[in-house]
């Protein structure tokens, strides 16, 4: 059973079957069929030889030790030397097999959940944090990978060799075999109560580990903030807290690791005493050779650890049923957004477009009585809201800070999907269309923008594949970019670093600019983009849109209102609800809640002259 904490991260409580999620695995399992059937082949192969290395002793000390003689030596040692041989033949191969194997499938169920998410919509991303997401992705996949090649691995090996040992006993002496085989339900039963309980212990150290990855991570990446808000010590305290914590727990879990371990060697002496006993009263008798005790006493030995191991191995497997359990419900997440079979079959995918069959997108954009409530809210932030937005027409969203802004443009970009009603692009229903094909044509500027790690040739490029360096320049210039690459030291070959952090947030956004113009949409988003420039670099900014909104329709997301003055229609935005529209000259002599957002950030005399050249208009 699975249940979920606050942070929405799964527990696996261990009472789930432990083989339940294997068929759901099948797909990713099945291409390697045969390399596993003949892995699992060679292992058992591998136990037998195993199992048989007794016997050799056995011969040994009753033919040579025991009878004081040399005949037939060489053969014997040949003859061992050949199974020794054939046995590390076999075991290369064996592990060479299961790593290739959990490679591959490690790769595939990666690859398979990375693809998945790029399908998912918005909503899952603002929904599941980062860490939870690379989880899934990197070790869930992982330990299912790990689980198919050497988990199952170890399983048919033991079996196997604890099935052969016991033959062989049964056949040399049942009797003995029998009294051992008395011990076995002792093993198991310590093996499951301890295995048990160190299961809940290393569960409890992921937990706290998984905390201090994060409180280190955020003592990083929150350094400026720490030491502004002089908070070192409170941090240097509760990170000191839970490492001690781990220490604890981890000496709780070595403690009863070596108890456990001091236990079962034990029993296994408890097996071997027995055999020493019996065997010895048996030979004193003349009943059992001296070889043939060595035998059991090795395979008194032996065959402990083997079970030993597959009850632990047993238990590892049903701690992954947690990790393909979460990996399956990724897997199972429908979009909320996504087209229909219909819509696949004409245009293509995310990943298999075809884009012959796309029509030329115009930019005319239409509300059509669109009642939307996001998936996890309960009311309505738009309610039968209609607009019609001709191509070309420049649309300004303003408001206050958490008004639903965003609501709008996420709408055209069909990153939501509205609860009622139809986004109409062209003329045609938006469903009606590929979301490929809305996006190729769609360029999309953030507030927070985000380069790629690589150069700033590669990051442009992802705007359009085939550019051309001399495209990528006029790109760059259109945008007043042009000289700030330039001043890089490799120009366009320049590396731009993880996240674009060798560039001030200024560069990143005149990148982010050129990378949109770039792709010559028909349709441009820019979401409060000049909010991380200077005033300096924002006339220059508010010049190139001048030239990159002629003749494409844009929606602006604005918090600095003299970027939208132009704008052909401005709406103003207050608790998701439209509550004012019209251009900056109507709205400012209407006095309504535009005209109050515009006086918090001007002087009297800029809003005086703004009311003059309205009404002046």
């Not at 054939?86 to 490679?103: F, S």
């Not at 330990?143 to 033991?158: H, L, P, S, T, Y």
């Not at 981890?250 to 456990?260: D, E, I, L, N």
């Not at 600019?513 to 983009?529: C, K, T, V």
Request: one cysteine or more.
């Amino acid at each position: 059973m699975n249940t979920k904490d606050k942070k929405g991260e799964e527990k696996n409580e261990f009472k789930t079957l432990p083989l339940l999620g294997i068929p759901k695995l099948l797909p990713y399992i099945k291409p390697y069929k045969k390399t596993i059937i003949i892995m699992m082949t060679l292992g058992m192969l591998s136990s037998l030889a195993d199992s048989a290395y007794p016997l050799f002793n056995q011969y040994a000390i009753n033919n040579f030790i025991g009878k004081g003689t040399l005949n037939g030596l060489a053969a014997f040692i040949a003859m061992y030397i050949v199974v020794l041989v054939l046995q590390t033949i076999d075991n290369y191969i064996t592990v060479a097999m299961c790593g290739k194997v959990e490679m591959s499938v490690n790769r595939d169920l990666r690859n398979a959940s990375f693809s998945h998410l790029q399908e998912l919509s918005l909503f899952y991303f603002n929904t599941n944090n980062v860490g939870y997401i690379h989880a899934r992705v990197m070790s869930d996949s992982g330990k299912i990978g790990e689980m198919v090649a050497w988990r199952f691995m170890d399983i048919v090996w033991q079996l196997s060799y604890i099935i052969f040992v016991l033959m062989m006993m049964l056949a040399i002496n049942w009797k003995l075999a029998l009294i051992i085989l008395m011990l076995v339900p002792v093993v198991v039963i310590l093996v499951a109560i301890f295995q048990k309980k160190l299961l809940a212990i290393n569960r409890k150290i992921r937990e706290i580990n998984s905390k201090i990855t994060g409180n280190f991570n955020e003592g990083i990446t929150g350094a400026s903030s720490i030491k502004t808000l002089v908070v070192e010590d409170k941090i240097q305290e509760d990170f000191e807290k839970d490492t001690d914590k781990m220490r604890r727990t981890a000496v709780k879990s070595v403690r009863y690791s070596a108890f456990f371990t001091a236990i079962v060697t034990l029993v296994s002496s408890m097996a071997l005493a027995i055999v020493l006993w019996y065997g010895g009263n048996l030979s004193v008798e003349g009943l059992m050779t001296i070889g043939t005790i060595s035998v059991f006493a090795s395979y008194a030995l032996g065959i402990m650890e083997p079970i030993q191991n597959i009850v632990v191995t047993f238990s590892e497997i049903i701690a992954i049923q947690v990790n393909i359990e979460r990996f399956t419900r990724l897997m199972e997440t429908e979009s909320d957004v996504s087209d229909r079979p219909d819509v696949i079959e004409k245009y293509g995918d995310t990943f298999n477009p075809k884009k012959e069959n796309w029509e030329e997108l115009k930019g005319d954009v239409e509300f059509k009585d669109i009642t939307f409530c996001y998936p996890d809210g309960e009311e309505n932030v738009l309610e039968n809201f209609n607009l019609k937005v001709p191509q070309g027409t420049s649309v300004a969203i303003v408001g206050e800070t958490g008004a639903g802004k965003s609501t709008l443009v996420n709408l055209v970009c069909r990153f939501y999907k509205p609860t009622k009603g139809q986004i109409l692009i062209d003329g045609h229903d938006a469903a009606d269309r590929s979301i490929g094909w809305l996006h190729n044509s769609i360029g999309y500027v953030l507030q927070t923008p985000h380069l790629f790690s690589g150069s700033v040739r590669e990051n442009l490029k992802y705007g359009k594949e085939d550019a051309t360096d001399e495209e990528i320049w006029k790109a760059l210039d259109l945008v007043a970019a042009g000289d700030v690459v330039r001043r890089m030291e490799k120009g366009l070959d320049s590396d731009v670093g993880e996240g674009g952090n060798l560039l001030s947030t200024g560069e990143k956004q005149l990148l982010s600019f050129a990378r949109a113009i770039l792709s010559d949409p028909r349709i441009l988003i820019l979401d409060e983009a000049t909010a991380s420039i200077d005033t300096v670099t924002e006339k220059k900014i508010q010049n190139a849109i001048k030239v990159m909104t002629k003749g494409r329709t844009t929606f602006a997301i604005a918090h600095r209102l003299s970027t939208i003055t132009d704008s052909d229609v401005i709406l103003v935005v207050d608790d998701g609800r439209i509550v004012e529209s019209g251009t900056h000259e109507d709205l400012m002599i209407a006095g309504g809640r535009y005209y109050e957002l515009f006086t918090r950030q001007f002087d009297d005399l800029v809003v005086n002259k703004s009311i003059e050249k309205a009404l002046a208009h």
